[in-house]
């Protein structure tokens, strides 16, 4: 028997990077998995790259807006009836020097990186059953001051913390609350913000490993976060980077 037979995973930020390699990592376990994002066309390619037919439903889902979340909640009691994850993994990367950052910027990161993981999670308890894992996604970034991170890391943080106050608060249901803070992670948009092949090599230039991290090393990860192997792993973050942020390398 698969480990996550009979079992229903949401994804936010689930059509690309990590959340997709979580679903294939999901789905080879029996489980069936709900991505939910804000690019319709990147979902619809994810489901065919997937191709899980009845096992994967894709709903498009603006994280930062609760009606957005409202419909995405009856679409999976429609389909599945429950839950027994959740990876809030949807977010935004968003750089520059504070003086610089305006109101509209701050609304942006924050609504996406902590409001939408928030109410991801308070919009799912309905249907999230007893005993169920939730996995936040984090970043190293709360464990070094960066310049022009001010915004992003401070929304990072504030998604760690929400671990452990949320560990606590579930706790009575069985619920297990963990974060997951990725280091240099070769995704789209690490693509996009490293830019040059001469900036990814200068990244891992700061990784003891040697090497940047993969999607699937999150996957793996958030694997067993999810599943009953971590069944008395709660309130924690575990840092996956290879010890960027606790090592140097030689």
Do not use: C
């Amino acid at each position: 028997m698969a480990e996550f037979n009979g079992k229903t995973v949401l994804i936010t930020g689930g059509g690309s990077g990590m959340g997709l390699a979580t679903a294939k990592r999901l789905l080879g376990a029996g489980a069936r998995v709900v991505l939910a994002g804000r690019d319709e066309e990147r979902l619809e390619k994810a489901v065919k790259e997937l191709d899980a037919g009845e096992d994967v439903l894709a709903v498009p889902t603006d994280v930062a807006r609760t009606a957005d979340l409202d419909r995405l909640v009856e679409r999976v009691r429609e389909r599945y009836g429950s839950l027994s994850g959740v990876f809030a993994n949807a977010g935004i990367a968003a750089f520059s020097r504070s003086a610089d950052v305006t109101e509209a910027d701050f609304d942006h990161v924050v609504g996406i990186n902590f409001k939408g993981v928030y109410f991801t999670i308070t919009k799912s308890l309905p249907i999230l059953e007893d005993g169920g894992s939730v996995v936040l996604n984090g970043s190293w970034l709360t464990h070094k001051g960066l310049a022009f991170t001010s915004v992003y890391a401070a929304t990072k943080a504030a998604v760690i913390s929400l671990a452990r106050t949320l560990a606590s608060d579930l706790g009575t249901r069985g619920i297990r609350v963990n974060a997951i803070s990725p280091g240099y992670i070769v995704t789209d948009m690490f693509e996009a913000v490293a830019g040059s092949e001469e900036a990814k090599e200068e990244h891992r230039g700061h990784v003891a490993l040697g090497r940047l991290g993969s999607a699937a090393d999150i996957a793996d990860t958030a694997f067993f976060l999810l599943s009953s192997r971590s069944s008395y792993i709660t309130g924690q973050e575990i840092v996956v980077d290879g010890g960027l942020t606790t090592s140097v390398p030689l």
